[in-house]
């Protein structure tokens, strides 16, 4: 039993070993543009009252679903440089704490949804994951060492928005990883390797 379970590689040893895949670097790469491209268009859903839901977060959870944590954090890493290059330092200095962000949510998205399950719960867990520790935790806690403006004061209106954003983002979060797992399996590489031995595809 123990050398059995000693043979099987933890969550993070084969994310790692999804890189070895043409697939994995080439569907990250296009993910890491998608998320890069969607923040630039500034392409989000308007809510009353006041409320942005923006799209670039399906991109991260979609990595994190199909190639794991390893690979979900080191997409955060190129996402949020790539990202602030790409923005032409519209956003002031470069800051590191939010590519720590980046990083978590990475982690978050690996550890809930790979190795490629989408149910409900499971983005429920994620969502409440990021949302708290990394949207009202750490993004707090940077906003408030480059801003100047106390911890407490920014709580006030980050924490009923965030409470408020959970379930539609939620939801977008469930069904948006439901059409990204169909199209992954409608690649002709992963239909191949899925299909029995000696099944033509159709």
Same mark, same amino acid.
């Given at each position: 039993?123990?050398?059995?379970? &000693?043979?099987?590689?933890?969550?993070?040893? $084969?994310?790692? !070993? #999804?890189?070895?895949?043409? $697939?994995?670097?080439? /569907?990250?790469?296009?993910?890491?543009?998608?998320?890069?491209?969607?923040?630039?268009?500034?392409?989000? /859903? !308007?809510?009353?009252?006041?409320?942005?839901?923006?799209?670039?977060?399906?991109?991260?959870?979609?990595?994190?679903?199909?190639?794991?944590? &390893?690979?979900?954090?080191?997409?955060?890493?190129?996402?949020?440089?790539?990202? *602030?290059?790409?923005?032409?330092?519209?956003? +002031?200095? %470069?800051?590191?704490?939010?590519?720590?962000?980046?990083?978590?949510?990475?982690?978050?998205?690996?550890?809930?949804? *790979?190795?490629?399950?989408?149910?409900?719960?499971?983005? =429920?867990?994620?969502? @409440?994951?990021?949302?708290?520790?990394?949207?009202?935790?750490?993004?707090?806690?940077?906003?408030?060492?480059? +801003? +100047?403006?106390?911890?407490? @004061?920014?709580?006030?209106?980050?924490?009923?928005?965030?409470?408020?954003?959970?379930? =539609?983002? =939620?939801? @977008?979060? %469930?069904?948006?990883?439901?059409?990204?797992? !169909?199209? %992954?399996?409608?690649?002709?590489?992963? $239909?191949?390797? #899925? !299909?029995?031995?000696?099944?033509?595809?159709?």
């Amino acid at each position: 039993m123990s050398n059995s379970m &000693s043979k099987t590689p933890n969550i993070f040893v $084969r994310s790692l !070993r #999804e890189l070895k895949s043409t $697939r994995c670097l080439a /569907l990250t790469a296009l993910l890491i543009a998608m998320n890069i491209a969607l923040d630039l268009m500034g392409l989000e /859903l !308007r809510l009353p009252p006041d409320l942005k839901i923006g799209f670039g977060f399906l991109a991260n959870a979609a990595v994190g679903m199909l190639f794991g944590p &390893s690979v979900a954090m080191l997409a955060g890493v190129c996402t949020d440089l790539l990202g *602030y290059f790409a923005g032409g330092f519209t956003m +002031g200095g %470069y800051f590191p704490g939010f590519t720590l962000t980046a990083i978590v949510a990475g982690l978050f998205w690996g550890l809930w949804m *790979y190795p490629r399950r989408v149910s409900l719960w499971r983005a =429920i867990g994620a969502k @409440v994951c990021i949302n708290l520790f990394c949207n009202i935790g750490l993004n707090t806690l940077w906003l408030t060492l480059t +801003g +100047g403006k106390a911890m407490s @004061v920014l709580l006030v209106a980050r924490v009923p928005k965030n409470l408020l954003m959970l379930p =539609i983002e =939620i939801a @977008v979060l %469930y069904f948006g990883m439901k059409l990204v797992l !169909r199209f %992954y399996h409608m690649l002709p590489a992963v $239909r191949s390797a #899925e !299909r029995p031995a000696g099944q033509k595809l159709p």
